[in-house]
């Protein structure tokens, strides 16, 4: 028990700072911040974030479909080139 020291004495404070300290304007203000959320509506609901959200989204199809046809594409023709060489090579 001796970690810990229980002080029972009385501070007096003068009612100038207590009349200084207190503002529960500020104290309801900084509990109303602390509370609400940190977004109105939802997302989905906010039809500006929406389209935001779905044009990125849409971008970002568009992009990876490009270059998933370049690469098919690509392999394509790294293919045929493979098959006509080993053609005239057997010939």
């Known amino acids: 028990m001796d ?3 229980i ?3 009385k501070i007096n404070i003068p009612e100038g700072a207590i009349e ?3 503002n529960f304007k500020k104290l309801k203000a900084n509990y109303d ?3 609400k959320p940190l977004y109105k509506k939802p997302l ?3 039809k500006k974030a929406f389209l ?3 044009i990125i989204l849409l971008l970002a199809y568009i992009i990876s ?3 998933d046809a370049e ?3 690509k392999n394509k023709n790294n293919g045929q080139d493979s098959v006509t060489s080993n053609t005239t090579i057997n010939k």
């Open 52 to 54: 935001v959200i779905l």
């Open 44 to 46: 989905y609901k906010d």
């Open 65 to 67: 479909e490009v270059t």
């Open 3 to 5: 970690k810990f020291k």
């Open 20 to 22: 200084r300290n207190k």
């Open 33 to 35: 911040d602390a509370v």
């Open 71 to 73: 690469s098919t594409e």
């Open 7 to 9: 002080n029972r004495e």
